[in-house]
């Protein structure tokens, strides 16, 4: 058994802006949260608001799935695992849980990142040193069971 574990971000709270008519988080804002807590284990990979000014490029998000499992409501704290499935130079691969402080899974959310050269913009190879920490964090994860729900597709399942 790993002592592996996928990076787990701070806590995040609720606003009240994000409350929609039926009283819970609007699912809008699910993906906010998944991505300020993706920012968290981007930092740890030497992505970040320093990496744009100092190399002129920076991460863009080329697909993101969610979903949806328990309601969050207002004032709620919640905190996400970032789980990083596989990579190569120039993208990679996460899959994140959304868990409410209580311990309870409200929400996953899986990805496909793209590294972005911005003076073009284009993708574009990652510098050798951050493909070396992307690359560190992978081999961390390979060793994590695969959370279920990762390529969860979408469809109306019939009765044949």
């Given at each position: 058994?790993?002592?592996?574990?996928?990076?787990?971000?701070?806590?995040?709270?609720?606003?009240?802006?994000?409350?929609?008519?039926?009283?819970?988080?609007?699912?809008?804002?699910?993906?906010?949260?998944?991505?300020?807590?993706?920012?968290?284990?981007?930092?740890?990979m030497g992505?970040?608001?320093?990496?744009v000014k100092?190399?002129?490029?920076?991460?863009?998000?080329?697909?993101?799935?969610?979903?949806?499992?328990?309601?969050?409501?207002?004032?709620?704290?919640?905190?996400?695992?970032?789980?990083?499935?596989?990579?190569?130079?120039?993208?990679?691969?996460?899959?994140?849980?959304?868990?409410?402080?209580?311990?309870?899974?409200?929400?996953?959310?899986?990805?496909?990142?793209?590294?972005?050269?911005?003076?073009?913009?284009?993708?574009?190879?990652?510098?050798?040193?951050?493909?070396?920490?992307?690359?560190?964090?992978?081999?961390?994860?390979?060793?994590?069971?695969?959370?279920?729900?990762?390529?969860?597709?979408?469809?109306?399942?019939?009765?044949?």
């Amino acid at each position: 058994m790993s002592d592996a574990s996928p990076f787990l971000s701070s806590f995040h709270s609720v606003e009240e802006g994000w409350i929609d008519f039926n009283g819970h988080m609007n699912m809008g804002y699910y993906t906010v949260l998944f991505d300020r807590c993706a920012d968290e284990a981007f930092a740890e990979m030497g992505f970040g608001p320093d990496y744009v000014k100092t190399r002129g490029h920076s991460t863009f998000s080329a697909e993101f799935h969610i979903r949806y499992l328990r309601e969050i409501k207002l004032g709620d704290r919640v905190r996400s695992t970032f789980h990083l499935l596989d990579h190569d130079e120039k993208r990679f691969h996460s899959f994140q849980e959304l868990y409410h402080q209580d311990g309870w899974l409200a929400a996953t959310g899986e990805g496909m990142t793209l590294h972005v050269d911005l003076s073009g913009p284009r993708v574009a190879p990652m510098p050798d040193d951050i493909l070396t920490r992307v690359a560190a964090m992978a081999k961390t994860h390979a060793t994590l069971p695969r959370p279920e729900g990762i390529g969860h597709k979408i469809g109306i399942r019939r009765k044949t």
